[in-house]
């Protein structure tokens, strides 16, 4: 059984950073693809970050810059550390696999950014 876990989420002021991390099980981390998505109140959901298994990035253009999304093998955790972060950065973040079309999630950690 897959399972993605989430943890790093809470509340800050515009212009900190926060570091999520997601820790999975139940499948070959090393080979596959990982993702970070958020969805805000009222909004869809949107692609935040992904990495594949050779350590290429995608970034959506709202972060470039301000986040950066790393991996461990060893320790089968992603990561997304976030800096600079902005009121309306203000979401659930969500760890998936693979990060297009996903078919594993994470239950989510809400980061919310006050002003």
């Known amino acids: 059984q897959v399972r993605l876990v989430e943890s790093g989420g809470g509340l800050v002021q515009a212009g900190d950073s926060l570091r999520l991390s997601c820790t999975a099980s139940g499948f070959d981390f090393r080979i596959n693809p990982m993702g970070w998505y958020r969805q805000a109140p009222g909004k869809q959901r949107e692609l935040v970050a992904g990495?594949?298994?050779?350590?290429?990035?995608t970034y959506a253009d709202s972060v470039k810059g301000r986040f950066t999304i790393s991996r461990d093998n060893a320790k089968n955790s992603v990561y997304l550390e976030m800096d600079s972060l902005k009121p309306e950065d203000t979401a659930v973040y969500y760890c998936?696999?693979?990060?297009?079309?996903?078919?594993?999630w994470g239950q989510g950690t809400q980061v919310t950014v006050s002003s």
């Open positions: 990495i594949s298994h050779v350590l290429f990035t």
């Open positions: 998936a696999s693979p990060w297009k079309d996903p078919r594993y």
